[in-house]
């Protein structure tokens, strides 16, 4: 199990940029695959993207592409989303996600471990 936790949101205008980071506990962060999850009001918690444990495969959701980089640095057990052309759509908690497993999924069911969301707001 790992302990995680999301910092970096806020409120941007459209158009603009925000990165998020989230850390991790323990001493294993390499042996996770971490992902960004985000959830707006009345909807359910949708995949953004996910890296594999040695930064070697990227994963997005197609509404992101070409805007949003996912990015991890396991020596300081941190994973970054680089939120670039931010769009009012884009409003949403956003939640980093963990799990064991070479697996690069895209489905929140296929992660074990969550933290407690950060919210990001976009303003037209």
């Known amino acids: 199990q790992v302990q995680l936790v999301e910092s970096g949101g806020g409120l941007v205008q459209a158009g603009g940029s925000l990165r998020l980071s989230c850390a991790a506990s323990?001493?294993?962060?390499?042996?996770?695959?971490m992902g960004w999850f985000r959830q707006a009001p009345g909807k359910e918690r949708a995949f953004v993207a996910a890296v594999s444990r040695s930064f070697g495969s990227q994963r997005y959701a197609d509404s992101v592409k070409g805007r949003f980089t996912i990015a991890r640095d396991n020596a300081k057990n941190t994973v970054y989303l680089q939120m670039n052309s931010l769009k009012p759509e884009d409003t949403a908690v956003y939640y980093c996600?963990?799990?064991?497993?070479?697996?690069?999924?895209?489905?929140?069911?296929?992660?074990?471990?969550w933290g407690q969301g950060t919210q990001v707001t976009v303003s037209s």
């Open positions: 996600a963990a799990v064991a497993s070479v697996r690069v999924g895209t489905t929140s069911g296929e992660y074990d471990d």
């Open positions: 323990g001493r294993t962060f390499s042996s996770y695959t």
